[in-house]
């Protein structure tokens, strides 16, 4: 007697979580800089993406979580609280991570790739930049030369540390260099630990603040091979597997600030918020630009 196929007809109404039998995969983006948030735009920090990643993690048929990084960096702490809360996840549910770099992946983009268990990117992604960066601008000429009288005061001699508005000290330099050196040997001490072995043939040259093509990164052992997402998953999951994207929620002060579900009588109060945002908005622009420039993109 010939098997009927009962499921054929009802596979275009019932959820394909029911009728699909491929691996299911939950991926995650991180894009955009880090820690860099206004009130238009979120940034990437663990406050924003902890509950994406609680939820791809949360899939329990699935082996893995494949996660997708587009960043230039930025904040460091934020970078080791997102990687240390995905590395925390895959052990306490067992999973594998897979970390797929597009554009770029460098400075704190790269902490992020470093929670993968195998890390991919095109082979003209940027890749590295293993090192600390600090940028401001010395303004005090141009204050007096439009005649402006800057009056501070403050408790505690060194609480004017590099202020843009004073000549540069060399001692505070020499400050700031001393903590960029420990935030460095952190990172560091990250990468060899995550990456062991496969770059031991590199040396030293890999914590200059270099950045590599992908291609490059291959060779040097920051990345384990050139392929995406689509790709990978069905070398490893063959090809019937199934990848979730695993979207957050916005949060409730970002569609007000959007000016969704607010009432006429809200506008105003709204309005002078975000008024008087524009000249943050505008220098976190600023700032989010330059970081993409560095890698020409």
């Known amino acids: 007697m010939a098997r009927i196929n009962v499921l054929g007809p009802l596979r275009a109404v019932l959820p394909e979580a029911w009728t699909a039998a491929g691996t299911l995969i ?35 048929d699935s082996p893995a979580v494949a996660v997708i990084v587009n960043s230039p960096g930025g904040s460091p702490v934020q970078s080791r609280l997102i990687y240390q809360r995905i590395r925390a996840m895959a052990q306490e549910e067992a999973k594998k991570v897979y970390v797929f770099a597009e554009d770029v992946a460098a400075s ?24 600390v960066l600090s940028a401001g601008f ?50 560091i001490d990250l990468v060899k630990q995550r990456r062991g072995s496969k770059i031991e043939q590199a040396g030293d040259d890999l914590f200059t603040g270099e950045f590599w093509t992908g291609r490059q990164a291959q060779e ?31 949060s409730l002060f970002f569609r007000r600030a959007r000016g969704v579900g607010v009432s006429r009588a809200e506008m105003p109060d709204l309005s002078r918020g975000l008024t008087h945002g524009w000249a943050d908005e505008l220098v976190s622009a600023l700032e989010e630009r330059a970081l993409w420039a560095r890698y020409g993109l």
């Open 26 to 60: 939950p991926v995650i983006r991180l894009t955009g800089t880090i820690g860099m948030a206004t009130p238009l735009r979120q940034g990437l920090s663990l406050s924003v993406v902890a509950g994406v990643i609680e939820r791809a993690f949360s899939f329990k």
């Open 220 to 250: 040097l052992g920051l990345i384990d091979g050139l392929s995406d997402v689509r790709s990978r998953m069905r070398e490893v999951y063959g090809e019937d597997v199934r990848l979730r994207l695993i979207s957050p929620e916005r």
């Open 108 to 131: 704190g983009g790269y902490i992020l790739a470093l929670a993968g268990d195998e890390i991919f990117a095109d082979a003209s992604s940027i890749v590295g930049s293993i090192g």
């Open 138 to 187: 010395g303004l005090h000429e141009a204050i007096q030369r439009l005649g402006v009288e800057r009056r501070v005061y403050t408790a505690g001699e060194k609480k004017m540390t590099l202020d843009p508005f004073q000549p540069e000290d060399p001692e505070d330099v020499e400050r700031l260099k001393r903590i960029q050196k420990i935030v460095h040997q952190d990172f």
